[in-house]
């Protein structure tokens, strides 16, 4: 096992500032503190407000980046990867149809392994036009390579992003990261942040160095020559390979986190929310967790024992540990805010993942799928507190587990 | 449980995001000051904006980080203590792209609430545009002229501040003057406007509105249908076609009256209306050809005749118009319905003449945006002056 990078404990580090920022603002911020060398942009909502913020750092003097507004977001992701290549920390993002449009690039990313740090800013598929939030942009690239967190408030996409450049940059990863933020309800929204200093930062995260991969005069070396049948699959090994080690470098950068910023996020896969004496627990991702939470607190004031656990980290996937918890509890409901049409048990993304996650499990609970606050309508308590007596009539085995869409006009 | 304050803030897209975000952050600010935790977001189905329609911003604050959970576990507050109408002609109803049908102005204020507005006119006349409410509410009126500005740039006439210190006022338990005139300081770091906050604090007051007063008619609402009922594919039924229009006196059938969206009316957009002198058209069909939304009816003797069903009021039928005076735009404050100024013109040509003379004398004292270098400059002293000496 490798040593941490990140330098010793300091002295006396310089005190956090509190702003009232957005989450879109709060990445602009990571990445000011980050001091990103390249930083490329294509304007569409909810991600653009990143882009507003980023200009505004430079063109206050705050952000010294090559800042390049691009064609497309094809170029945009496709500027950021050859950067990366020769040795610049990079960041760039999208939305919606737009990381679609960046496909080609997202998909060889990976096997480059180029450390882009992105930031989805979580939107509807469209068509025609919607805006609001659902995760079936981000978790398109969920079987390529991509490593995907998915954030709940400000300040942890601030400290998730800084978080993601030392995963993706450690040189025993070398892999994309991209950083879910719920359109509207996080890219939109401005709370109170603790902005950390830059002597934190610097403590926390080091130069990134590209090492025998930099594409550089000194270091002749050529990236992605053409490849074919007798090369791809050990390609694809390796970049597995390098996908296996990040739990193991995540956990080490969570630990030295809370080492240098004093904050703690717990269990960095997953965060666990009045589970202790659970009867059943509700699964989800993103910022559903605030009504998710206030409803588990009114539920809990007339006796229904209900938990949550919130992934955060969807790539790498904690299957084991995942199932362990959640092979605790009678039931388990998992709430998709995306759907996977045609799949098993006609489930979202989450749920699927999580039935795969607990096969091997020795205590296999019903779990009850939820396909619920598509394309940003909003999730009540009232419709939290719907699916929670579904998962309770499930854990008394009086209905079928499968999948039920919550806050429909039907 | 904590106590959980909200605050909605009613402007007009574009034109004033900048100037709702404003309030919007000090209210969070100012509260975070005496220690309550807040967040502060526009409504996201509001956006992209578009010129003049009514969009919202929200402040969220509690006494505590629990309580705050609680409010934001909702898209929007469904009841606001305070809600903040920064131009006066929202008062007749918002109907944002965010949603379907026309909301009243009051419609989130809480009972025993109070609506904010800035305005030159005066309570009897703001009620009277605002549509009744069961419950009783506060008005508090912050004179001045509405604030219209651009999306890049920013009219610094005071109109934040006034409002944030007649809120110290009306909601002392949110702020005091004292916290809000800190944030007014880091923020800005303009003393006057500190001062501004101040003159405002000490001039608020308010009327109670009760049930009886306001607009009696219930706005038009939309209901959606359900995932059965849709038509596959997206798609939705074309707009009719249109059909002849009736002369009032003669009863003969003619011109062209376009048949139009029955649930995206548009005209809560309009800060202003075009007022025409149907003696002077020379029917050159400038209006009908360039109006942008079609909102020109063809009557049956060839005129043509604004309808403020559609009516976004964007002033460019006035511009194109070849005739001195025949169009003209008039604030919106002055008209109570959306009746056919042809029609009234038909009826009773020498009393259209007496309505449109003392309409005209109304023009707007808005302009849509920014128009040319040094605008603000002279907009902004006679601001400061009202902000001075009420």
Redesign the interface.
Known sequence: MTEALATPPQKQLAADK?S?I?GSEAIAVACKLADVDVITAYPI??YDTVMQYVAKLVSNGELDCEYIVAESEHSQFEIVKHASAVGARVFCGSSGVGWMYAFEALTVTPALRIPMVAMVGNRALD??GA??VEHNDALAVRDLGWQLVWVDSAQEALDTALIAYRVAEDRRIFLPCAISCD???LT?????VKVPSQEKVKAFLPRYDRGDLLLHPDNPITVAPQVNEDWLMEIRRQTAAAMDRSPAVIREAYADFERIFGRSYGNPFFEEYQTEDADVVLVGMGTLS??V???I?QMRQEGKKVGFVRVRWFRPFAAEELAATLGRFKAVGVIDRDFSLGSPYRSGVLATEVRAAMYPAPNRPPIVGFICGLG?R?V??PAVREMTESVYLAAEGTTQPGTKWIG??? | MGRLFAVEIVYRGIFQKNLARNI??AI??AA?HEGK??????R??D??ERNGIPAKSFAIVATDD?TL??G????EPKEVDITIVVDDTLCKGVESWAWYGLQPINRLTKPGGTLIVTSHENSETLISMAHRKETPYQLAIVKGTPSFSGLWVYKDDHSDVRILGTMAKVLPELFSLASVQQVIRAEWNDELKATSALRAYERATTVTVQPTQGNPEKPFEFQ?????EMREG?AIPAIPRGHQMKDPNTGEMGGYQPERNPTFKKFTTRTMRPVVDFDTCIKCTLCWLQCPDSVFDVTPDGLYDANMEACCGCGVCEAVCPVSNCITMVNETQFADNDSQWRMWKEDKEGYKGWLKEKIANRPERSHGFRFRGQYAEQVPDMLKIAREG
């Open positions: 509190t009232l957005t909502r909810p068509d025609p805006f609001g359109g509207a309800f939109h929204s401005q709370a109170l605030n009504p939470r206030v409803a607190r940003g909003e009540t308590v429909l006009r039907e | 919007s952050r969070v600010l975070h935790p807040g967040i502060s977001f526009g996201y189905g956006s992209p629990v959970e609680e934001m576990a909702k898209y959606m249908p359900k995932w059965t997206i």
